[in-house]
């Protein structure tokens, strides 16, 4: 009977609480931005209003799962924000153990060749310019490449770079095209193939599944971790690449393939591989690989930060910099119905080419800074994030839409403006209407901004997704000083 009651009592709050969340906000978009009546300055009016913007780091503190996207690659000649490498480290190794190749009953005659293959997901940057990926193993001693992700930071505690075991010239435009191996018997598409010279052939060869020490790597997954830790994939400085590979570690075509010839139980000669895979811990003997993506930025040579053109803003998808915005006349605003209060920011247009190359992030973000605590703290926008879903900023659980952010209505999303010259640039607005409206009309705190090109969200302790690819895509955007790309506020309004 108590268990019912307290069901009952959970649900009431629930229901009061949503009530009294919808019943503090005067709706006056639901419907969307078309249904906004127009500007005639009898009935309905229009402000705009100036943004101090000054931008800071973004702490990272990304940590990938197997399941997300890894950056590999480099980006060499961006003179707008300059270089940036990614490098993956990734622990391949047998599906289970004790291991052997081929079938059972199988007698291996020769082995052939060891490819390592990515499952290739993506490209940023130039697809025409070729880069050069060399493949190392990781030398055994490797103490801190154990565990399942790392921090974007990372880098193994023992050199790998004497370890060179392949490397392979790759074009980012071919690599979705049809690939043939095993003697033209088997076939595959967006996967990056990277042949392993003889001397690694050698070693995992001569690996055994037996019980007697020694090189008994295949006998079980605590034995193979100790002699072999893995492989470290790195983008040569020396060639031209200009851009980012986005590699699945969990798809199925990335695997150390192994090709030989082996005598089936038949007497039967015939080409055949075995793979290794990225292990996702759900087998029994088998536990989860350890991976890491270790992406650093070099603007040593490049326009931003060292001389930034005036009225201009600079981001990145994170790894990058974030923009703290304030709009001072919001303070004080006076109470009006609002139809429309949205931030608009606008590409400062640079070279086509380099624009076309480099574009903008896919989505920015922005939410509000609490600088009375110390240290400050962020929280989502109120109301305006989803307006369909409950959610309370201020709540340690219920803080973001169980869904995510409805980009359709808060914006956030890149669009592509038109000039009268034929040009073109890229844009965001952010729908703040609702926000707005409850500031003005209960007259609430006028809070800071922050607006950045995220990878994912951070907030009381949780990480959530977003929408960017890490590192993919930067813009240079006009600031509130900017004469013709003004960083601005639009309100459309009635007055009361």
């Not at 000054?54 to 690659?73: C, N, V, W």
């Not at 039967?268 to 690989?289: E, H, K, Q």
């Not at 962020?378 to 952010?405: E, I, M, Q």
Request: with cysteine; charged share 20%; glycine share 6%.
């Amino acid at each position: 009977m108590q268990r019912k009651f307290l069901r009952l009592s959970l649900a009431a709050v629930a229901c009061f609480s949503i009530l009294i969340w919808g019943c503090n906000k005067i709706d006056t978009t639901t419907l969307g931005a078309d249904l906004i009546p127009a500007v005639d300055n009898i009935h309905t009016f229009a402000d705009t209003l100036l943004i101090d913007a000054a931008r800071e780091p973004l702490i990272d503190s990304t940590r990938l799962t197997l399941a997300e996207m890894h950056a590999l690659g480099n980006i060499k000649n961006d003179p707008i924000f300059g270089k940036t490498k990614a490098d993956l480290f990734l622990e391949i190794k047998p599906t289970f153990f004790p291991y052997y190749y081929g079938q059972s009953g199988d007698t291996i005659v020769t082995y052939d060749s060891a490819f390592l293959c990515l499952a290739y997901r993506g490209y940023y940057g130039d697809t025409n310019t070729a880069q050069n990926l060399k493949v190392y193993s990781l030398d055994p001693n490797t103490n801190n490449f154990k565990d399942s992700a790392y921090l974007l930071n990372y880098t193994p505690d023992m050199p790998f770079t004497g370890n060179l075991i392949g490397q392979a010239s790759i074009v980012p435009k071919v690599v979705s095209q049809l690939t043939f191996f095993n003697h033209n018997k088997d076939s595959v598409s967006n996967q990056i193939r990277i042949k392993l010279d003889a001397s690694f052939l050698a070693k995992i060869k001569a690996y055994d599944s037996s019980a007697t020490p020694g090189l008994n790597a295949y006998h079980s997954d605590s034995l193979f971790k100790q002699m072999f830790k893995g492989f470290a994939i790195v983008a040569d400085d020396g060639s031209p690449g200009n851009g980012l590979f986005y590699i699945s570690p969990t798809d199925a075509t990335t695997r150390l393939e192994v090709h030989f010839t082996r005598k089936s139980t038949l007497g039967v000669l015939d080409t055949s591989y075995s793979s290794w895979t990225v292990a996702d811990g759900s087998s029994f003997n088998v536990t989860a690989s350890a991976h890491a993506t270790n992406l650093k930025r070099d603007t040593s040579s490049s326009e931003f930060p060292n001389s930034p053109q005036p009225g201009a803003l600079y981001l990145e998808t994170a790894p990058g910099y974030v923009i703290n915005l304030s709009i001072p006349d919001l303070t004080g605003y006076p109470n009006r119905i609002i139809h429309r209060a949205e931030i608009i920011l606008e590409q400062i247009p640079g070279d086509p080419a380099l624009d076309a190359i480099y574009t903008a992030p896919p989505f920015l973000y922005l939410d509000l800074v609490d600088d009375t605590a110390m240290p400050k703290k962020y929280k989502p926008v109120y109301y305006d994030l989803s307006p369909t879903s409950y959610y309370n900023p201020d709540d340690a659980t219920t803080f973001f839409p169980t869904n995510g952010a409805d980009h359709t209505y808060y914006g956030g999303y890149v669009k592509t403006i038109s000039d009268q010259l034929g040009g073109t640039r890229s844009s965001y607005f952010f729908n703040l209407t609702r926000y707005v409206q409850n500031m003005i009309t209960q007259k609430t705190k006028n809070y800071k901004l922050r607006v950045y090109a995220p990878y994912n969200l951070t907030y009381n302790g949780y990480s959530l997704p977003y929408n960017n690819n890490l590192a993919y895509g930067r813009i240079k955007l006009g600031d509130g000083t900017n004469t013709r790309f003004k960083l601005r506020m639009r309100i459309v309004y009635s007055n009361l």
